[in-house]
């Protein structure tokens, strides 16, 4: 499985971003997707996650910023980040599970595309 992420970059505090992960080597379809973040100093948590029949989860830092949605005809993750805060500058990374989402981690990771919020 390689899941490979892009779309990272500098934005202003209120701007958008979009970032995507595209998944190879699995049933996409079949897998639960998510995205992880991690600030320099702080452990890396959950910040968006979608199983395979579109249910979503977001954390409470980001609901109502950010959407999750997939694509699954083209193996697509999206992070649609909006109305970004200086918080929300991290390493983001795509995440795969098996099947169902584990809140214990996926099954795998991405390599990390970084978001820098700028003021």
């Known amino acids: 499985v390689q899941l490979v992420e892009s779309g990272g970059g500098l934005v202003q505090a209120g701007g958008s971003l979009r970032l995507s992960c595209v998944a190879s080597?699995?049933?996409?379809?079949?897998?639960?997707m998510g995205w992880y973040r991690q600030a320099p100093g702080k452990e890396r948590e959950l910040v968006a996650a979608i199983t395979f029949s579109g249910a979503t989860y977001l954390a409470d830092s980001v609901e109502g910023r950010f959407t999750i949605s997939r694509d699954n005809a083209k193996s697509t993750l999206y992070l649609q980040m909006n109305s970004a805060k200086l918080e929300d500058t991290a390493m983001y990374y795509c995440?795969?599970?098996?099947?169902?989402?584990?809140?214990?981690?996926?099954?795998?990771w991405g390599q990390g595309t970084q978001v820098t919020v700028s003021s």
């Open positions: 080597g699995s049933i996409f379809s079949r897998n639960g």
């Open positions: 995440a795969q599970w098996f099947s169902g989402i584990n809140p214990e981690g996926p099954d795998y």
